[in-house]
């Protein structure tokens, strides 16, 4: 079974620019998480899709941050305009169903805003 | 859950000792514990986890155990080998239609050959 994609690995823009992350959940999982983690600290949650819906998108900055989930599989998380402490590593996962906890995460895609 | 704390931030073992982490939460409400661990480069992996029904789980080498009432719960690992070096992280869930994860802030376990 593949595991969750995500694109790219490594990204390095300036401050101000923007940037778009994408994730492919573990085929027929409906719950997808978009989480940030900073160097030495545990992952934090951002957004929760299921399905194509948003669950909870309350710990997303929303004046620079949107992810979407259009059709219930792939999804984008976005970042404009990028500022420093946005530096983390941005990582995905996904569930089988609402009704689980188990989360399965993929490799993650390391930011650098410099 | 509201907030997990995750001790000790460092661990060095030697190669055939035991480790073990300590996480200890704060919402009564939680009721499944995970414990991830994740290599330099990686996303974390599921190694074991845990739900308030049970007070302890064992796979192989690893080990689990929950104290509900004092809230704590604790990963355990045996007869340890260079390859269990990685980043250790605690979770946990209080379901309630969102099945959400707080983490800790992590354990770095060195096994020194």
């Given amino acids: 079974e593949a595991g969750v994609a995500q694109s790219p690995r490594y990204k390095i823009i300036e401050k101000r620019q923007s940037v778009a992350f994408w994730c492919n959940p573990i085929s027929g999982h409906a719950t997808l998480y978009w989480y940030q983690q900073i160097l030495g600290q545990g992952p934090k949650l951002l957004i929760q899709f299921q399905n194509n819906g948003v669950v909870d998108d309350s710990q997303l900055p929303k004046d620079r941050f949107s992810a979407e989930r259009l059709k219930g599989v792939d999804s984008t998380l976005k970042i404009q305009p990028a500022k420093l402490e946005d530096s983390a590593v941005y990582l995905c996962a996904s569930s089988l169903d609402p009704g689980t906890d188990t989360q399965y995460f993929g490799p993650g895609t390391r930011l650098t805003v410099l | ?113």
Avoid: M
């Avoid at chain 2, 991830?36 to 064992?58: A, F, M, T």
């Avoid at chain 2, 080498?61 to 355990?76: C, M, Q």
């Avoid at chain 2, 260079?82 to 800790?104: H, I, K, M, N, R």
């Fill in chain 2, 1 to 113: 859950g509201e907030n997990v704390e995750q001790h000790p931030s460092t661990l060095s073992v030697q190669e055939g000792d035991s480790a073990v982490i300590k996480c200890t939460y704060s919402d009564s409400a939680s009721n499944y514990f995970p414990w991830y661990k994740q290599e330099l480069g990686k996303g974390p992996q599921l190694i074991i986890d845990i739900r308030s029904n049970v007070g302890e789980k064992k796979d192989q080498r690893i080990a689990v155990t929950l104290n509900k009432t004092a809230k704590h719960f604790s990963l355990h690992i045996t007869e340890t080998q260079p390859e269990d070096s990685a980043v250790y992280f605690c979770a946990d869930s209080s379901g309630a239609g969102s099945y959400q994860l707080t983490f800790g802030k992590g354990t770095k376990l060195s096994v020194i050959p």
